[in-house]
Structures are given as C-alpha cells and as structure tokens.
C-alpha cells in the first residue's frame, strides 16, 4: 500500500487498533462477572502487515490483559459455555478489535480486525470467516443485511455479501464499480436505491441493482460542486422524511430530491475548540497535538484530537432529529434549524465520538474513546468496566430487542443483558 492510501485510510486503522492489523491468534474466550469460562479458539488469519504513519495511537494502558488461547486451541468454530444468570458475558478476541456489530435475530456478528464471527445466543455456536473462506480482507469496517445476505465492508478489499444458506460470497470492488475498497458503510433504502460509503466518495445503486454496472452512480466533492464535503463517507442513514444523511471527515451532508445540502463547523457542527479542551476528562488533554496529512482545509489549527469537520458516527431519532458524533469537538444534534452541541461538559465521558446507536426505547447509546454513555430525558449516564464494559475505548455499539447491548472494543466484546445504569461499585 502506497504513502498515500495508507494516510487516507488512517481512521479505518484507528478503528482497527494498532497490532491488531498484522492479527495473530484469535481467541475465544468467555468471561462472565469476575469468573473465567473458557470456550474454544480461533485462529486468525494473517493479514499482510502495513506500516502504521507516525500519528497512529499506542494502545492505551487501560486496555485489559489479553486472554490467552487455552492449550489445544486452534478451531474456528465450537460452542462456548454461557451463563445467561449473569448480568453480563464478555468474549475475548486476542489483539483483536470488535469494529462491528450486527444483530440477526438471536445471531450476533462480529467484525474484527482478524475477519468476523457468526455467534448464535440460541445454540452457543460460533464459526469464524475470514480470507480462508473467501473473504477479500480480514479487517471488517462494517457489518449489516443487504438483499437478505450478510453484508461486509472490508479495509482494502471491497464490499462482499454472504449467502448463509449456500455458503457463497458475492464480491464487488472498484471493478464493479466502487468507488473505492474501503468500505465503511452501507444503507438499503426500501424499494429504492442502495448506497455505499467508501474512502473516495459515495456509490448509488439505483435499483438496488448491485450486478447492473449502469446503476452505479458515484458522488464526489468534484461531481457534487462541494455538496459532498468530503470524499471519505464513514456513514449513512435514513432521514425520517426521505432524506440522506453522510457522515464524512469533512461535515455533515443531506441528499434529497437530487439536491445536496451540508454542515460544517462553521455552521455550528462541533463544540467550539476552547469548550472541547477546557474540561477535565477532554480527549486532547495528555495527547501530542500533531497535524494530521491526511485531511485538507477542514480549518485552521485542526489536529489529529481535534477535528470538529471530522464525523466518525451517525444516527437519526424518530423525531427526525439527526446527531453527529465528532472528533474531538463532542456530540451535535441538528433539529432541522440548528445545531447543538455537547460535550464532557455536559456529561459525555469524552469528546471524541466513536459510534451511536438508538435502542428501541429512543435511547440513544454512545461509544466514545473513554466509555459508553447512553442519552435519556435530556441526560447523560455513564457506563464503565465497572457496569460491564471489556475496556473504555468504545468502537461498536449493537442493541437488541431484548434489552441487551452489545459494546466493542480492543480485545473483544461485553454483552450487557440488562444494563444497570447505577452499580454498586
């Protein structure tokens, strides 16, 4: 990979964590409370290493100890032992980081940076997919449904889609008409149209024809005037009133009825930078302020901490209200007119946003850099190791009908049956 691309992939590699590219054994291992339960392991595939830029975070101290692969490990796939009595069940993925999470009725997907595993709640089975069984890339930046086939967007090898049932993979990359092989998102539009964010722009699949090359559209900064502020889409959602949204690293943008629109911070996206730094518990407090190559004329003085244009999550109320998880500049809520932002002044364990998620109660969950917080009755509630968590570096966040979440982060992924807000510590 050249100096180029590797500076333009840099957040997918931030997601990722570092060590956890060039993956060794995959392991998993269950861990209930405070007693151990070991399940069989995983061998991860091995991914060609890449030299990470200068820039690239150490992984933190607070990071827990990796679980080691019991003796005799090595399956890709087994059954692990549950106790679903316990409040939560955290599963341990070696130097791995859970970057997705996608919830299939009671079969849960998880993206790593060593590929991804089916595991079913039911059964307690998991298998493992990664480059052995077809998959272009090992390094999984999204996980969803798409034409009822499981959907994965990749770091560097395009989006492919896997037939359960036939065990088959679909695969499309620049060549199919992608835009570009990173893939960090996807959004099927009902009855509509498909859309994928990549590292180069946005692809539109007009009629949800993915073998169609004619129905592939692609949306640029240069083919938008600047409607799409950016080039790099990290996300896409639905708006309540068939709308578009885009979560790129350059602001915030809306497709409707073949008109763009886009926020920045200078329209108010992102806390001001004083406001972002000021307050104990800040992502830029104790970190090297250097300049980030990888983004052009996103305003003076940004760093690589601080990054108000930068958008690395996205999610839409039923009242229609879109919110916007930055980097380093908090988390805005547009209500059509204007924007409002919060940050650890306000509550939020940390300004640098990672992933946001509405649970069928309207609350909205939070994954930043330094814990989990979940938005309610215009407050914010903070979740730790101590209510559960694997680690406080959030990177995923997937809930369930059930009442349960799902949280990823370095190292693996805690199930949380039945969140307890206020634990006894």
Request: charged share 20%.
């Amino acid at each position: 990979m050249n100096r180029r691309a590797l500076l333009r992939a840099w957040p997918a590699l931030l997601l990722i964590a570092v060590g956890a590219i060039g993956a060794g054994t995959y392991a998993l291992v269950t861990q209930e409370s405070k007693r151990p339960v070991t399940a069989r392991a995983t061998p991860a595939a091995q991914p060609a290493q890449v030299s990470l830029p200068a820039f690239h975070p150490k992984i933190p101290a607070s990071h827990p100890p990796i679980v080691k692969a019991p003796p005799g490990a090595g399956a890709r796939e087994g059954t692990v032992t549950v106790d679903p009595a316990r409040a939560f069940t955290h599963f341990r993925v070696g130097n791995n980081s859970v970057t997705a999470i996608h919830a299939d009725g009671p079969v849960m997907w998880l993206g790593t940076s060593g590929g991804i595993v089916r595991y079913d709640t039911l059964t307690r089975e998991f298998k493992t997919y990664d480059a052995r069984d077809g998959l272009r890339s090992n390094g999984i930046l999204y996980l969803g449904k798409l034409q009822g086939k499981i959907s994965v967007g990749t770091y560097g090898g395009g989006l492919s889609l896997l037939n359960q049932d036939a065990q088959e993979w679909e695969h499309f990359n620049i060549t199919e008409g992608l835009a570009d092989a990173f893939v960090y998102d996807v959004l099927e539009v009902s009855g509509a149209d498909v859309w994928i964010a990549t590292g180069a722009g946005v692809n539109r699949v007009r009629g949800a024809a993915l073998k169609d090359r004619a129905k592939w559209d692609l949306y640029t900064v240069a083919s938008t005037a600047g409607g799409l502020p950016h080039d790099r889409v990290q996300r896409i959602v639905a708006g309540r009133d068939g709308s578009v949204w885009f979560a790129t690293r350059g602001g915030v943008a809306k497709f409707r009825n073949g008109k763009w629109e886009n926020w920045t911070h200078a329209n108010g996206l992102g806390a001001p930078r004083q406001a972002a730094s000021s307050e104990v518990g800040d992502s830029m407090r104790g970190q090297a302020q250097e300049k980030d190559p990888s983004q052009d004329a996103r305003g003076a003085g940004a760093t690589a901490a601080f990054n108000p244009n930068h958008v690395a999550a996205l999610a839409v109320g039923e009242d229609g209200k879109v919110w916007a998880g930055t980097w380093g500049a908090g988390l805005a809520r547009f209500d059509g007119k204007a924007w409002r932002n919060y940050t650890v002044a306000d509550g939020l364990p940390n300004n640098q946003i990672t992933t946001l998620n509405f649970d069928r109660k309207g609350q909205l969950w939070i994954g930043t850099k330094d814990g989990l917080a979940v938005f309610n009755n215009g407050k914010f509630q903070i979740m730790t190791t101590a209510h559960g968590l694997i680690a406080t570096n959030v990177y995923s966040v997937t809930t369930t009908k059930d009442g349960g979440v799902w949280v990823g982060g370095f190292g693996g992924v805690a199930h949380l049956r039945q969140p307890d807000l206020n634990p006894s510590i």
